[in-house]
Nanobody
Framework: QIQLVESGGGLVQAGGSLTLSCTAS????????MGWFRQAPGKEREFVAA??????RTFYADSVKGRFTMSKGQNAVYLQMKGLKPEDTAVYYC??????????????????WGQGTQVNVSS
């Protein structure tokens, strides 16, 4: 398993921006399909974004499309969040070592998860 660590969460006003980072000390994340998920209080964890191992393709949930951008480097993946809304408040999790089935769907079946970072958006 890849040991993933998220950072960059915090409190921001509606309309503001945050960039989350996910790093791994023992693996080069450039070799893996990666994803971001989130879980709001009282709700199930939901898909936010994913990127193929090559970094060529990205996928987004409809609720964040046009506002969030996922990218990856050699040793980190990022989630740039703009135009934040109160409904974006959640714990955000980085997911790694996903399976890219190459059928036009986002990578899935992630094998590694971070501990999460809290994002709070005030109205």
């Amino acid at each position: 398993q890849i040991q993933l660590v998220e950072s960059g969460g915090g409190l921001v006003q509606a309309g503001g921006s945050l960039t989350l980072s996910c790093t791994a000390s023992t693996h080069a994340l450039s070799n893996y399909a990666m994803g971001w998920f989130r879980q709001a209080p009282g709700k199930e964890r939901e898909f936010v974004a994913a990127i193929t191992w090559s970094g060529v393709r990205t996928f987004y949930a409809d609720s964040v499309k046009g506002r969030f951008t996922m990218s990856k480097g050699q040793n980190a993946v990022y989630l740039q969040m703009k135009g934040l809304k109160p409904e974006d408040t959640a714990v955000y999790y980085c997911a790694g070592d996903g399976v890219d089935y190459g059928l036009g769907d986002p990578p899935s079946d992630f094998h590694s998860w971070g501990q999460g970072t809290q994002v709070n958006v005030s109205s």
